[in-house]
């Protein structure tokens, strides 16, 4: 539901919400500012369009139509990113909170 709450639901390639990526970065992955900057909070985001509900909004569904396809730089890494991944590499990659 936080797809739904924090207006991912609308986050898509043109059109991007940053709410969902500042809050999954400052609230639960990283704390506030000082572990990572504003330039990837957008670039978060930007890895998070496509990652949508349904029409209905009840469940998640994942729209690669909406998906922006482009590299993105997160934590000095640059690629093509794609939601989830953020996740994985706070919790098992390079990028570490100390």
Request: avoid cysteine; glycine fraction near 12%.
């Amino acid at each position: 539901m936080m797809l739904l709450y924090l207006d991912n639901h609308g986050n898509k390639v043109g059109k991007v919400n940053e709410n969902f990526g500042r809050e999954l970065l400052e609230l639960h992955l990283l704390g506030p500012a000082g572990h990572h900057s504003e330039a990837d909070v957008v670039a978060v985001s930007r890895a998070w369009t496509g990652h949508n509900l349904d029409d209905g909004q009840r469940r998640y569904q994942y729209w690669p139509t909406r998906h922006d396809d482009g590299n993105k730089t997160i934590f000095g890494i640059t690629r093509n990113w794609n939601g989830s991944e953020v996740i994985d590499e706070v919790v098992h990659g390079t990028h570490r909170v100390n």
